[in-house]
């Protein structure tokens, strides 16, 4: 999907999760958070990968709800999660902001939900290739 925005001359930004967090605990310490807040808010389409593997402390769980805030209804989004949604207060490690990011996130979204093996895992099966088991 970025791909085809990009294609049709949209601007597009892509981050992993870990990194947005990594970014914004800089730009803090920079004293550049609202620069911060206005890049991650400006491209037409954001993407951000991987939220859920890492869990966000708080500026940066409040930060993305500022992001999301300008976003809502200005900007798409793409963000990939290995998370249902009610893990979600975890991640933030609050549920009132996690729902009211939700909120924002779901009202004008379609989400997909993908069961079964990752790609990864299914190209080694192809390949004959059976990973080890996880204990």
Request: positive net charge; charged residues 25%.
């Amino acid at each position: 999907m970025a791909f085809e925005a990009i294609t049709h001359g949209h601007q597009a930004l892509f981050i992993k999760a870990n990194d947005f967090i990594a970014e914004c605990q800089k730009a803090e310490q920079q004293g550049l958070i609202q620069r911060f807040i206005k890049r991650y808010s400006r491209p037409e389409l954001l993407i951000i990968d991987e939220l859920g593997y890492f869990s966000f402390d708080e500026l940066s769980a409040h930060t993305l709800f500022q992001i999301i805030s300008r976003r809502y209804e200005h900007g798409a989004m793409i963000i990939t999660s290995n998370k249902s949604y009610v893990e979600w207060g975890k991640i933030f490690g609050d549920e009132v902001l996690a729902t009211a990011i939700l909120d924002r996130l779901i009202h004008h979204s379609t989400t997909f939900n993908i069961k079964g093996d990752s790609y990864r895992l299914r190209e080694k099966k192809k390949a004959g290739i059976q990973p080890a088991k996880i204990r």
